[in-house]
């Protein structure tokens, strides 16, 4: 069966910083390219960043809510989602999945940005 812990999320101040991880298991994550996916409340998920399978290239839209860097570790079935500059509107709930969402989705971690 396939889990998806995701864990890091917290309470931070504008401008202030948080680090996601999301540990997988039950497949061969490094065959998968992965994602992040944030839902804002009372909204759908939508995609925060893109890696491929070997963490070679990745695509993380513009957004005006906080700069982002996703990263990998193969070799620790772990993703990574680095969150920088966070503005409120980064609050939601943060989920990993692979990029055509094959599995179920996890708990997800909570991120709330507020004075």
């Known amino acids: 069966q396939v889990y998806f812990v995701e864990s890091g999320g917290g309470l931070v101040q504008p401008g202030g910083s948080l680090r996601l991880s999301c540990v997988t298991s039950?497949?061969?994550?490094?065959?998968?390219?992965m994602t992040w996916y944030r839902r804002a409340p009372g909204k759908e998920r939508e995609l925060v960043a893109f890696?491929?399978?070997?963490?070679?290239?990745?695509y993380v839209p513009d957004s005006p809510w906080g700069r982002f860097t996703i990263s990998r570790d193969n070799a620790k079935n772990t993703l990574y989602l680095q969150m920088n500059s966070l503005m409120p509107e980064a609050t939601g709930d943060y989920y990993c999945?692979?990029?055509?969402?094959?599995?179920?989705w996890g708990q997800g971690t909570q991120v709330t940005v507020r004075s």
């Open positions: 999945n692979t990029r055509a969402q094959m599995f179920p």
């Open positions: 890696i491929s399978n070997t963490g070679g290239s990745d």
């Open positions: 039950g497949f061969n994550f490094s065959w998968y390219d």
